[in-house]
């Protein structure tokens, strides 16, 4: 593994079910995101964790939970999905939390919510 | 209320010409600023930064300046290459927070 990884690659779930994005990193980085992006809406902070034990609150939280169980991975959950987040998913990490940091994405994950 | 705007969609110029990236932002407590480069099925990658003791920041072809006063920020590619045809997010944080909100984006081609 290089860098960051996202499984699924993309993924068509029916509303109602419960889904987890998988996310791994590689660089032992402190800070992990996850984001949502959206035609017209640019890329949304959903949760991020700026070190293991710890997540926040981005900008879209509702119908989403993290875990950040060591530093390496960093699952999104949808407890019970909805068409609305239909969306591009991508997690990030950074170098450092509490300071400036380049984050560095993983590929995405598609996934489409009938 | 979006907080970071780029307020262009899209953009063409013609292969070795300048493009001009353009990004407004209204938190005046933004202090770090970045701009990302993103391909189709692929990842944002970081681009180029700058804080808000500079107004300018340059690496190679590209340049970043930043006018706090109108609170604008703009990225200048010279000279544009077709490769460079992407979408690009411009992303602004403070350091209250460290969390970095992102632009929707303007897709940009270049023309060979």
């Known amino acids: 593994i290089a860098g960051i990884t996202q499984a699924p690659t993309s993924q068509i779930l029916a509303a109602g079910r419960r889904m987890t994005l998988r996310c791994t990193q590689d660089m032992r980085h402190n800070a992990m995101y996850w984001y949502r992006q959206d035609l017209g809406l640019g890329l949304r902070l959903i949760h991020y964790?700026?070190?293991?034990?710890?997540?926040g609150k981005g900008e879209v939280p509702d119908g989403y939970s993290v875990s950040r169980a060591n530093t390496d991975d960093f699952p999104l959950t949808l407890a019970s999905a909805v068409p609305s987040q239909t969306s591009v998913y991508f997690c990030a990490s950074g170098t450092e939390s509490g300071s400036y940091n380049e984050q560095f994405f993983g590929p995405g994950t598609r996934l489409t919510v009938l | 209320d979006q907080q970071v705007k780029q307020n262009s969609p899209s953009l063409s110029v013609q292969e070795g010409r300048i493009s001009i990236l353009n990004c407004d932002y209204t938190?005046?407590?933004?202090?770090?600023f970045l701009w990302y480069k993103k391909y189709p099925a692929e990842g944002p990658t970081f681009l180029i930064s700058i804080s808000s003791i500079k107004d300018k920041n340059e690496d190679g072809r590209f340049t970043v300046f930043l006018n706090k006063s109108a609170k604008h920020l703009s990225l200048h590619i010279v000279p544009s290459q077709p490769g460079d045809s992407a979408v690009y997010f411009c992303?602004?944080?403070?350091?209250?927070?460290?969390?970095?909100?992102f632009g929707t984006g303007t897709r940009l081609k270049v023309l060979a």
């Open positions: 964790s700026n070190t293991a034990g710890t997540t």
């Open positions: 992303a602004a944080s403070d350091s209250g927070t460290y969390k970095y909100i």
């Open positions: 938190n005046s407590m933004f202090d770090y």
